[in-house]
């Protein structure tokens, strides 16, 4: 993806996590929480370029745009974890490699309130998968349930589909 359709999602998931907020105290009785998108920190770009080649330039693109996405009060939760905080979990190999129904070297980038947690392959970047909870030793995540696999063909898909949720959940209080 390039930086200006990087920065294109980036403003509308703003927009649309603005949107899905507005009525939120009304539709559920209590106010939202700071659901935000966050400029990229001042040290992304050196973290990130200190732990290449192992974070995939797809990668490094988004966080060029954006360092963080909070989206607590979204469905159940959606969190696309910091740069920092990224590098530092690939650098510790607390979850580097994925086992059972797929098999690749990855980089964790993201979450949901539930646990799942969402992994590019390296070093191409490409595809997304989807990590339930499920056993982690030693750095390799390994698993067969049916919901560990491709949540999206590459970062760009994964991350339309995210702003599309997004925006359903705002008309509707639902995702996908």
Known sequence: ??????????????KAVASAVLDFEHRYGYPPGENAVSEPATTSA???????????AVLAGLYAVVD????????????LHSASHMVHVHEARDLWRVRGRHDADV????????????ALATPDGSPVYRLPPDLVLDG??????PRFDVAA??????????????KTFAASSTCR
Not at 46 to 56: E, K, Y
């Open 153 to 166: 063909p590459d970062l760009a898909t994964f991350l339309d589909r995210l702003l599309q949720d997004v």
């Open 68 to 79: 963080a996405v909070d989206l607590a009060d979204i469905d159940n939760g959606f969190f």
């Open 107 to 118: 980089v964790v980038f993201a979450s949901d309130g539930g646990g799942t947690q969402y």
């Open 140 to 145: 390799i995540y390994t698993s067969e349930d």
């Open 1 to 14: 993806m390039d930086t200006g359709r990087l920065v294109t999602w980036r403003e509308d998931l703003r």
């Open 46 to 56: 050196a973290l990130i370029a200190a732990a290449r080649p192992t974070v995939p």
